[in-house]
Structure formats: structure tokens, C-alpha cells
């Protein structure tokens, strides 16, 4: 052997197989590994101790601490409160899914210590938030305001709204297909006005011949001016044979020109619409109400118009008008602040108590 550890046998080197462990080695390792990894676990299990769980009192205040901050937080900006008790709120918050409503939150709980605090929104099933809650108490600031509301628009029967009939310095038009002729008017109505109705017009009409054709009064809108717009609100046919040879009233009756506005001017337009008929109308060249309305002719069948101040049809118009409502003082309650308090676990110590002003106010009902 040489000083390498290699066995010379004849003129060969072999290398000699290192020596294992006795049974006597291999005990007394074991032995020192088992007390080395028992030590390990036992500061294991210590330091696990060591760490706050579900039971312990820290993790009860984090919860407690967790759950209050939320519930402020959704609180603070409620928009309406449907449900106030002692114990649980129903409110509404701003749309959070784009759908155009608001959602829908509810806390809750039973009052028996050691029971769930419970979470609803919207249609969903409850959640419970807290499994061991032993307090939750709310308290509710309100704060009286006293508004102002108009009442219910009240609408009058019917009556003459305007009346231009003279009875002297009558003139007769005669209509044809081209010839047509109208009334402008807007007659005085009080200043709370909400809106007004046409529903009878009265025009002094006769036939031509036997055999008049059809004729239409109709609604038109008018410019600032006092003249047809083209818009038409509705209109009443006349038969060929409603007119007689002489002048009588004829009443044309309306059912939808009745959200007139208080600014809004009507014209009462009168057009022969049967070819190779013709039929007469009054008017006058005395207009008694120049500021209420005036006279308006065409000769292109309603294309264009000019304007006649100082005539007026032979005009009655019946109709009704709104006015809006008495006003009333009201005295309502706004919903201002929410007292929380909230106890988790049975120990004194981890409760949360906080109050949240709420940013909108929502008119609620005495609890």
C-alpha cells in the first residue's frame, strides 16, 4: 500500500473501500436527531400559539374595527332609507352597475348575543358578516326642514276662451281649394297658468251651392308673427252638406289640443279642400281684440300667408284651463346621522363605536 491508500498487488494498483458506520455510531446519531427535532417542534407549536386567531381578542377588534368602518362608509352615501330600527337599516346607494338603479343594502341582527350580523344586497341570498356578534345598535339623528309644495294643477270647466263676433261691418270670404283663410289668436289667461284647451270652435259659415264639397278647420300652431306654421295640432271635417244657404254657426270640436302652453299662439285655420266647390265664411274689418288675434289669408292654399290685423273671423273658441295649485308649508324629517356600535366575541373590549354623517340626507317617515 502506498501512501495514497492504494493496495499494490502485483503490479496493480486497488483502491480500499471506505469503512460504514457501526450499529453503535448509527444509535447514537438517531438519538441526537430526535432531540433535535423534538426542540424544532415545540418551537413550532409554541409560535403558533403565539399568533392571533379567530378566537383571540386581537382578531375580534380587527373585525369589530373592519366591519364598522364598511358599514360608515356604505352609509355615508345612502340616498334613501327604507328600514330604521334599532338593530338592522335597509338604504339605498348610487347605481354601482350601470343599470340606471340604485342598489340595495341591508345589515342585520337578531339581538341575541352570540348570533350573525348579516349582509344583504340587492336580491341576493344574506351573508353573514359576523358569526358572533353580541352587539349591534344603531341610533338615528334626524333634523326637521321645512319645504315648499305646489299643489295638484287644478284644471276649470269649460269655458269661452275668446269671442270675436261683432255683427257689423261683416264681409264674405269665399273659399276655394286656393283661398284659404284663418284666425291667430291667444287669449288672456292668468299668470300661474299651467297649460290650456281648445275644445270648441264656432265659425259663421255658408254653402256655395247645394253640393259645397268638404271643408276642414283646423289648429295650427303660430309663429311669433301670427302666422300657420304647417304645424297642425288636429283638425275637424265639414261635410258637403253640414252648410246651409244662409250664414248659421257651425262648431268643429277638439280633443287633443289640450297641452297648450301659456306663451303658445293658435291659429283656427278654414280651408276648402273638394276641387270645383267653394263655400262662404264671415269676417270683419273692425278686429275687436287687435292684441288678442288677427285675421290671415292665403291665395296658394296654405303655402304662404299674409296678415290682416285689423280683421278678425267671426270667432268663438271654448276651451278649459290649468292653473297650478295652492302652495303648502311641509315639514319633513331628514335622516343626518347614523350612530354604529358593534361588539364582537364576548369580550368588553372589542367594540367599535363610530357615527356617520350622512352626505344626502334622505327624507325617511317617524320611525
Given amino acids: 500500500m502506498n501512501k495514497h491508500g492504494y493496495m499494490i498487488v502485483a503490479g496493480t494498483k486497488v483502491k480500499r473501500k471506505r469503512r460504514g458506520l457501526t450499529l ?19 418551537a413550532l407549536v409554541i409560535a403558533s400559539h403565539a399568533l392571533p386567531g379567530r378566537k383571540q381578542p386581537a382578531d375580534a377588534m380587527v373585525r369589530a374595527s373592519r ?24 338604504f339605498t346607494v348610487p347605481d354601482r352597475d350601470r343599470d340606471g338603479a340604485g342598489e340595495i343594502i341591508r345589515y342585520a341582527w337578531s339581538s341575541t348575543p352570540g348570533t350573525s350580523i348579516t349582509r344583504q344586497y340587492n336580491d341576493a341570498p344574506a351573508d353573514d358578516i359576523i358569526t358572533d356578534a353580541y352587539d349591534f345598535a344603531l341610533g338615528y339623528q334626524l333634523v326637521t326642514e321645512r319645504r315648499t309644495e305646489e299643489g295638484d294643477p287644478v284644471q276649470s270647466p269649460l269655458q269661452k276662451l275668446i269671442e270675436f263676433d261683432t255683427n257689423y261691418n261683416l264681409k264674405s270670404h269665399t273659399l276655394n281649394t286656393s ?167 364576548d369580550a368588553g373590549f372589542a367594540q367599535v363605536d363610530t357615527a356617520v354623517q350622512i352626505l344626502n340626507k334622505p327624507e325617511v317617515s317617524e320611525p
Fill in 67 to 90: 366591519w364598522a368602518e364598511q358599514i360608515a362608509s356604505e352609509l355615508h352615501c345612502a340616498t334613501a332609507a327604507r328600514e330604521r330600527t334599532p338593530n338592522s337599516i335597509t
Fill in 179 to 345: 283661398r284659404c283663410i284663418g284666425q291667430t289668436l291667444r287669449p288672456l289667461l292668468p299668470n300661474d297658468t299651467v297649460s290650456w284647451s281648445i275644445d270648441y270652435v264656432y265659425v259663421a259659415m255658408a254653402s256655395g251651392s247645394y253640393f259645397s264639397g268638404d271643408k276642414t278647420i283646423q289648429l295650427q300652431l303660430a309663429d311669433a308673427n301670427g302666422l300657420p306654421t304647417g304645424v297642425v295640432l288636429e283638425q275637424v271635417v265639414i261635410g258637403p252638406y253640414a252648410l246651409s244657404s244662409t250664414y248659421s254657426w257651425i262648431r268643429a270640436v277638439f280633443h287633443n289640443a289640450s297641452a297648450l302652453q301659456l306663451t303658445d299662439k293658435v291659429c283656427v285655420v278654414v280651408k276648402q279642400t273638394t276641387s270645383a266647390t267653394w263655400a262662404y265664411i264671415l269676417y270683419t274689418d273692425q278686429n275687436p281684440h287687435p292684441t288678442l288675434g288677427n285675421l290671415v289669408k292665403s291665395t296658394n292654399g296654405g303655402a304662404s300667408w299674409t296678415s290682416q290685423p285689423s280683421d278678425s273671423l267671426e270667432l268663438y273658441v271654448f276651451g278649459t284651463i290649468t292653473r297650478a295649485g295652492d302652495a303648502t308649508e311641509k315639514e319633513v324629517q331628514l335622516l343626518n346621522q347614523v350612530d354604529i356600535s358593534l361588539r364582537v366575541g
Fill in 24 to 42: 453503535a455510531e448509527l444509535t447514537v446519531a438517531m438519538s441526537v436527531m430526535t432531540v433535535v427535532f423534538g426542540g424544532i417542534s415545540s
